[in-house]
């Protein structure tokens, strides 16, 4: 097989401590050249980043995981006059204001790996886990309030709308008043062990509950789904024309935002009905249509199971200004 048929898959070492997912699929939406410049704005071990550089590209990579950062830096293509490899140790959120510091104004593509990263989830002091015992933590960024800091403090009623809200845990409230009568809460089999009970889990049923409200307290410890939201807005605005934006995500909350954001970016808008008239476009599209949903294979699904809840979305910036951007100035028409 020659360099030019080479899937990007066949790039990640065999012991690799992460495996990207869906990685031959987002390379093609990306279909970076050389000289593009991409930004892979969750870099973790680098399995996109990795692919991108092999087709000639400058990667400015972004993750506030100091641990992820770190690995990065021993990579070669960081060093020398002009490296291939930039590394931000900065959330996706703040993509745009970080490049234009670095002096780029746009870029060719985006992609985006929602959640967290295999490496966080297998080593048991990150806390993101309840495979084995660890600390509650789940800090992304291993700074500011932690899991347990949220269970420990946070009312009953706060702690139930969390659960519910991100978790989508139909007996939220059961689970939060059982929290508060455990506190304190330290580790993740503690906290584990507490959910199981309050919702009457028997060991070797098909999925432990206890994965929902874990799913809940990571995404608002981390603020992810506000991340990603910031991150979409900053895509949009960082895009050149024919620019591709990728975003693989795990779970429907974040898929639903990925998805209602393209369909809007594209100009896709309800049609109305007997008590509401359509609505009028306000905006001219600034991505064109975008894809249906890719999901993995099942080669992939037996090769990697943690790839079996993702899905790939990705749509190709038009020439149409940014919708912040038309706003601010007021016009919001290309």
Do not use: C
């Not at 002009?82 to 959120?93: E, G, W």
């Not at 500011?144 to 519910?164: H, P, Q, T």
């Not at 009568?181 to 889990?201: I, M």
């Not at 909350?253 to 809007?264: A, G, N, P, S, Y």
């Amino acid at each position: 097989m020659s360099a030019a048929t080479t899937p990007p898959s066949a790039l990640v070492p065999a012991q690799a401590p992460h495996i990207p997912v869906l990685l031959d699929e987002v390379i093609a939406a990306l279909a970076p050249q050389a000289g593009d410049v991409i930004v892979d704005g969750t870099f973790g071990a680098g399995g996109y980043t990795r692919a991108i550089l092999a087709q000639g590209a400058t990667v400015h990579a972004f993750d506030r995981d100091p641990d992820a950062i770190a690995a990065g830096q021993q990579w070669p293509e960081t060093t020398g006059a002009a490296p291939t490899l930039v590394l931000h140790p900065r959330r996706f959120s703040e993509m745009a204001t970080a490049l234009a510091e670095a002096g780029v104004t746009q870029v060719a593509g985006v992609v985006l790996d929602i959640g967290v990263s295999s490496m966080q989830l297998d080593q048991r002091e990150r806390g993101f886990a309840f495979s084995s015992d660890g600390p509650l933590d789940m800090r992304m960024s291993q700074d500011g309030m932690s899991a347990a800091d949220f269970l420990n403090e946070a009312d009953e009623a706060a702690i139930a709308d969390v659960l519910y809200v991100y978790g989508e845990e139909r007996q939220s409230r059961r689970v939060a008043r059982a929290v508060v009568a455990a506190r304190p809460l330290t580790t993740t089999a503690q906290f584990a062990a507490v959910v199981r009970k309050a919702l009457g889990y028997r060991p070797g049923a098909a999925k432990d509950p206890a994965t929902r409200s874990f799913q809940a307290v990571r995404i608002h410890v981390n603020g992810e789904l506000d991340e990603l939201r910031a991150a979409l807005d900053a895509a949009e605005r960082l895009l050149a024309p024919g620019g591709r934006l990728a975003v693989v995500s795990f779970h429907s909350l974040e898929d639903r935002i990925v998805k209602q954001f393209l369909r809007e970016a594209a100009g896709a808008l309800p049609s109305g009905s007997r008590h509401l008239p359509p609505q009028a476009q306000a905006f001219a599209a600034v991505f064109e249509k975008p894809s249906a949903a890719i999901r993995p294979g099942a080669e992939e699904e037996a090769r990697n199971p943690r790839a079996r809840s993702a899905t790939l979305r990705w749509a190709v910036r038009t020439t149409a200004r940014a919708r912040a951007f038309s706003q601010s100035a007021g016009s919001q028409s290309a």
